[in-house]
């Protein structure tokens, strides 16, 4: 019997109400800021989504690009 | 001067006034003068975890309306020398006292003290505002639980916002059983969501509860918490004491194992 462990989800939950509550807005809304910056930089900086990062925590967005070119 | 350190957790029920009582008896060990102050006006608990129930005669609101005079009120602790407690009152309410008033209690008890430790009530109502208003120091205290942490995270900003800088983490309850099976989240699962400094996690321990039965803190029995609480005083006062293992490795399985382990 395999199962997800529950620390996963609990993880997940967690992240998710933490930053919802950092920016007082619901989780979906902190999805929306996510895809808008990334739609917004990509205009003007080439990346990958991987490489794109947005981190909030209790006193700033963090936006971290990872996508040096070699 | 002495310091002043809030224990505060948000969520109720996760171990604040547990750690107050064996930090306070802790640091008392290494020869601090300590006084613990319950700012939770109408649930009096601190004196109940501590033994000192029967000794109360004056209370914080007695102190701060001039009722009597704080060193009345003082209740010294039968066990440790040096351990003071300021019990709250349990017939008054929240708005008994202002964030103004408990400043200038703690900046008088500063003088005589080396360590103020405030047992914070749960919640951000205005009982927490008294109790961080005098604070120079926060110890935030959560369990690896969804709701605890989210509750500490709303602590961590509204003393951010208090300009309450100097945060350490304690994570209580932890049982190292289910954390190897992946149903508890990990010390550092926790740390990284809160990204503050950690000063010390417990395990779950027996010993908390049979010490709290007895109003007798953990830290003098021979215990993984007592141990892991006395490690918590050490770094309060700026000693690096390394962090100890939280697994419990006496049980009779893991001995044998343990055993044939052996050559």
Known sequence: MLRKSSVSIARDRVKALVVSDRVHCTPDVYENICRELHSALSKYIEFTEDDFQVNINRTQVIITFAGEES | ?263
Request: proline share 3%; glycine share 8%; aromatic share 4%.
């Open chain 2, 1 to 263: 001067m002495g310091e002043v350190i809030v224990i505060t957790s948000g969520k109720g029920g996760v171990g604040k006034t547990t750690t107050t009582a064996n930090l306070g008896a802790g640091l008392s060990k290494l020869d601090k003068k300590v006084v613990v102050i319950d700012t939770d006006l109408g649930l009096r608990n601190l004196d109940v975890v501590m033994g000192l129930e029967n000794l109360i005669v004056y209370n914080l609101v007695d102190v701060i309306e001039g009722t009597c005079r704080l060193k009345q009120a003082l209740i010294r602790d039968k066990r440790y020398e040096n351990l003071y407690l300021l019990p709250s009152a349990q017939t008054k309410d929240k708005t008994a006292i202002s964030p103004g008033q408990m400043k200038k209690l703690t900046s008088e008890l500063k003088e005589e003290f080396d360590y103020i430790l405030l047992d914070c009530p749960a919640g951000i109502e205005q009982g927490f505002m008294n109790a961080i208003a005098g604070a120079n120091r926060a110890i935030i205290v959560t369990t690896p639980e969804v709701s605890a942490i989210r509750d500490a995270d709303r602590i961590i900003g509204l003393l951010e916002a208090n300009h309450l800088n100097k945060m350490d983490l304690i994570i209580n309850r932890i049982r190292m059983d289910m954390v190897k099976r992946g149903d508890m989240m990990t010390v550092d699962d926790v740390t990284e969501i809160l990204s503050i400094p950690l000063i010390g996690a417990l395990p779950d321990d027996e010993q908390v509860v049979i010490g709290t039965n007895q109003g007798e803190p953990v830290i003098g029995l021979d215990s993984k918490a007592g141990t892991a609480y006395m490690n918590i005083c050490k770094r309060i006062t700026g000693m690096e004491v390394p962090f100890m293992e939280l697994q419990n490795n006496t049980g009779i399985l893991t001995k044998l194992s343990n055993f044939f382990k052996k050559d």
